[in-house]
């Protein structure tokens, strides 16, 4: 993988998963918030990136990094530990990687994306 894809990957989880953010927010502002997320991750999924050895590599990294914070805030934790493995695939299925975005909120968080959004 390009390094360049690592660097988007990585500003995408600096710009949704913010400590700050994810530990202090209601539930309904947190499903924006993934909606937001994986949108932007289904972006760079269109463009080509798949998952691989070393996109697994950086998010269990970039997981060890931000669990340093997870003692502060339990909120926090638990919605870091739903969200990354999702994206490293240690989950379920189906799998964000090679499933339509719809179709991947649908079935995996019971949220439906329209035109504008979120919808319950």
């Not at 924006?32 to 798949?50: A, N, P, R, T, Y």
């Not at 997981?63 to 739903?82: D, G, L, T």
């Not at 649908?106 to 959004?117: E, M, Q």
Request: charged share 30%; proline share 4%.
């Amino acid at each position: 993988m390009e390094t360049t894809k690592i660097t988007e990957i990585n500003n995408i989880i600096d710009t949704y998963l913010i400590f700050e953010s994810l530990s202090t927010i209601d539930d309904e502002q947190y499903k924006k918030v993934v909606i937001e997320f994986f949108k932007e991750l289904d972006q760079l999924k269109k463009k080509g990136i798949l998952i691989d050895n070393e996109l697994i590599r950086f998010i269990s990294e970039k997981y060890s990094e931000i669990s340093e914070k997870f003692e502060e805030n339990p909120i926090y934790e638990e919605r870091i530990q739903r969200i990354l493995p999702e994206i490293s695939e240690y989950c379920s299925p189906p799998y964000f990687w090679d499933t339509p975005l719809h179709d991947y909120m649908k079935n995996k968080w019971g949220l439906t994306i329209n035109a504008s959004g979120l919808q319950l």
